[in-house]
């Protein structure tokens, strides 16, 4: 029989430390002479990024990089595409010193010279023996330069600058006969999923590139993931109907290939996301979803024919070609934490190949993501993903109501999706009600939806976190005396504007959040250095002081924690160190976890396991919630013993 205990006193089979060690992710899946490969984020090994591979027809991956070798890019701080396995071996960017190295049956030699460049998002030029990529050039009192640059593949060092003078570049292709290159462009103040160019050149004999073209998008229309057909024709994502929706070149025209109210794309934070891919000359698999949740597909672009599969998953990405008429992804499902998957083309059929944190946790103990929608702000409507507590050992008295935590996702533009996340079980197994929030600006419901934070940010966010509160109240879902927010990076930001200048949050916690929008803008890295403009409106100078939680701390009344790394390039440490000292005069509870090595987001176990314990800790000791679980001191500055 279950044991009666209060919410958020339950003992959980999810311990801080073996979730934090089990916390491997997946990512960028490809495929080359009958081997698959794919990273690994390795939180044990310090956050480094293994390259794995698996032989067609073998039992067992093995590691295609041996240690210490780590493959992570900074360009852009946030990287992505960092490495491409090609039949002349892997080609990688270290993640220490950020050049450009080849792995051969386990020999690695560098492709690239020492200094200030940086590289990412690699295509073979196989007929001209180099890479064509995204290189970064950093130097002394100026911002970085963006370019297409080329490598040579003999080890010389050499390289050319293929095209520049614009501020950002991304998803260099190379046409099948390599005739052709496309790429995106765009420049300050956009984002990519604001506004890029898709462009197109003739490779000349030299290497070169002759008469660059825009042959779709511009300022307003976002262009995702350009690719070619086997025979040869440009293909894209593209939000010009307000959604992404596919595209392909014809006549000099964009033509759509299944109009639909679905994202088929995604914000590109990082280099080598892919929604889609040819598994032959006319059959694409791509990957959609609406209102939160993913489904996979194959489009028949001779006959327009789409085919949902019917797969246990409900998040897709990194979709990319794996063999004939077969896809590889990475896929999550409600009750799947995040693999790598093959799928069939033809049938729909799916393997696993690789689900590094099955096992950590039974199905029993697992709470399913409810999609909620609710109302909000000038009659407008926001959605979620509500999780009840969840754990068969346990049931509160009658009558309690959980602590419920409030999450609020980063981006702003990413999206919270009801895949099966650890982080989310262990707050429900302990018996905390979790509700996250697709705030307005979230990816997945549409261009509209995701514009309608430009101007705004710090307000409806925020408001929309609120108003997720209320609602969970409202149907008896949660105690509205122990109501939590918590986010990272933006969504740390929407956490602090939710506890300074509103009163319906009881306890937050921010990872690495913005409280000061001035600072920000004068210390973040190139990549976002303009996004302020959009997100704040023309005005920023007055809602810089409006809308930074620093400059109104008087007006917040509840315990904060804080979280931060010192090697942050995105939000400075600064920001939290000085959120903590207001705090700390206006003799308000806070407690300030600053970790040395650590960056935007945290890579090492023991990091994140004391994030979990720390947290965990605070919000039972705010909330005096009495437990039998034994977690390491934490020290909070002005809590009432």
């Known amino acids: 029989m279950p044991s009666t205990a209060p919410y958020g006193?339950?003992?959980?089979?999810?311990?801080?430390?073996?979730?934090?060690?089990?916390?491997?992710?997946?990512?960028?899946?490809?495929?080359?002479?009958?081997?698959?490969?794919?990273?690994?984020?390795?939180?044990?090994?310090?956050?480094?990024?293994?390259?794995m591979r698996q032989r067609d027809g073998a039992a067992e991956a093995e590691e295609a990089l041996p240690a210490p070798w780590s493959a992570r890019s900074a360009v852009h701080e946030y990287g992505g595409g960092a490495y491409l396995a090609t039949p002349r071996g892997l080609i990688f960017v270290h993640a220490a010193d950020q050049r450009l190295y080849l792995c051969r049956d386990g020999a690695v030699t560098p492709l690239s010279g020492e200094g200030p460049w940086r590289y990412a998002d690699f295509a073979l030029d196989a007929g001209r023996n180099r890479v064509?990529?995204?290189?970064?050039?950093?130097?002394?009192?100026?911002?970085?330069?963006?370019?297409?640059?080329?490598?040579?593949?003999?080890?010389?060092?050499?390289?050319?600058?293929l095209d520049r003078g614009r501020d950002f570049y991304a998803a260099p292709r190379l046409s099948p006969d390599g005739t052709k290159l496309a790429w995106l462009a765009w420049d300050h103040p956009d984002m990519p999923w604001d506004g890029c160019d898709l462009m197109q050149a003739a490779v000349t004999a030299e290497g070169g590139l002759a008469e660059p073209a825009r042959v779709?998008?511009?300022?307003?229309?976002?262009?995702?993931?350009?690719?070619?057909?086997?025979?040869?024709?440009?293909?894209?994502?593209s939000d010009r109907s307000g959604w992404w929706n596919l595209y392909r070149l014809e006549g000099g025209q964009p033509q759509p290939l299944h109009p639909m109210e679905a994202e088929f794309g995604l914000p590109a934070w990082v280099f080598g996301r892919s929604s889609w891919a040819y598994v032959g000359p006319s059959q694409i698999v791509c990957a959609y979803g609406a209102l939160g949740v993913w489904r996979l597909a194959r489009l028949d672009t001779a006959t327009a024919q789409f085919t949902p599969f019917d797969l246990p998953y409900s998040g897709f990405d990194y979709v990319v070609p794996a063999g004939p008429g077969r896809i590889a992804c990475i896929a999550a499902g409600p009750r799947r934490t995040g693999a790598v998957v093959?799928?069939?083309?033809?049938?729909?059929?799916?393997?696993?190949?690789?689900?590094?944190?099955s096992g950590l946790l039974d199905e029993r103990y697992i709470a399913l993501g409810e999609p909620v929608a609710f109302p909000t702000g000038e009659g407008e409507i926001a959605y979620a993903f509500y999780y009840a507590p969840t754990n068969p050992d346990f049931v509160a008295p009658a009558g309690d109501k959980?602590?419920?935590?409030?999450?609020?996702?980063?981006?702003?533009?990413?999206?919270?999706?009801?895949?099966?996340?650890?982080?989310?079980?262990?707050?429900?197994?302990?018996?905390?009600?979790?509700?996250?929030?697709?705030?307005?600006?979230?990816?997945?419901?549409?261009?509209?939806?995701?514009?309608?934070?430009?101007?705004?940010?710090?307000?409806?966010?925020?408001?929309?976190?609120?108003?997720?509160?209320?609602?969970?109240?409202?149907?008896?879902?949660a105690d509205p005396e122990r109501l939590i927010i918590t986010g990272g990076s933006a969504g740390g930001y929407t956490t602090l504007c939710a506890l300074t200048f509103r009163d319906v949050f009881k306890a937050g916690a921010s990872y690495y959040g913005i409280g000061d929008l001035?600072?920000?803008?004068?210390?973040?890295?190139?990549?976002?250095?303009?996004?302020?403009?959009?997100?704040?409106?023309?005005?920023?100078?007055?809602?810089?002081?409006?809308?930074?939680?620093?400059?109104?701390?008087?007006?917040?009344?509840?315990?904060v924690i804080?979280?931060?790394?010192?090697?942050?390039?995105?939000?400075?440490?600064?920001?939290?160190?000085?959120?903590?000292?207001?705090l700390r005069a206006k003799g308000m509870p806070v407690a300030l976890l600053m970790f040395d090595g650590e960056g935007h987001g945290f890579r090492r176990a023991e990091t994140i396991a004391r994030c979990y314990e720390a947290e965990l800790a605070f919000y039972r000791r705010v909330f005096r919630i009495p437990a039998a679980e034994t977690l390491p001191p934490l020290l909070i500055e002005n809590l009432p013993a």
């Open 9 to 51: 006193a339950w003992t959980s089979p999810l311990a801080p430390a073996a979730l934090a060690g089990g916390s491997i992710g997946v990512s960028e899946p490809q495929w080359c002479e009958g081997a698959l490969t794919w990273l690994e984020s390795r939180p044990q090994e310090g956050g480094r990024i293994a390259v």
């Open 132 to 161: 064509i990529c995204v290189g970064e050039r950093h130097g002394e009192g100026h911002e970085p330069e963006n370019c297409l640059v080329a490598v040579s593949l003999d080890g010389s060092g050499a390289m050319a600058v």
């Open 216 to 237: 779709a998008g511009g300022r307003g229309e976002s262009i995702f993931q350009p690719d070619w057909s086997p025979t040869g024709v440009l293909t894209f994502v």
């Open 342 to 357: 093959t799928v069939d083309a033809a049938g729909g059929g799916a393997a696993e190949i690789r689900r590094p944190m």
């Open 402 to 477: 959980p602590p419920l935590i409030v999450m609020s996702h980063g981006g702003p533009t990413a999206a919270a999706g009801g895949e099966l996340s650890l982080k989310k079980q262990f707050w429900t197994s302990r018996g905390f009600a979790v509700l996250d929030v697709n705030y307005r600006g979230s990816t997945g419901y549409g261009t509209a939806y995701r514009r309608r934070l430009d101007g705004q940010w710090g307000v409806y966010d925020m408001e929309d976190c609120c108003a997720a509160a209320r609602w969970a109240v409202a149907q008896g879902r």
């Open 518 to 559: 001035k600072a920000l803008a004068a210390d973040t890295h190139k990549f976002e250095s303009r996004y302020l403009d959009r997100l704040l409106g023309p005005d920023a100078e007055r809602v810089y002081a409006e809308r930074s939680p620093i400059h109104h701390v008087d007006r917040l009344s509840c315990p």
């Open 562 to 582: 804080l979280f931060q790394g010192r090697e942050d390039k995105a939000v400075p440490p600064n920001q939290a160190e000085a959120m903590a000292a207001a």
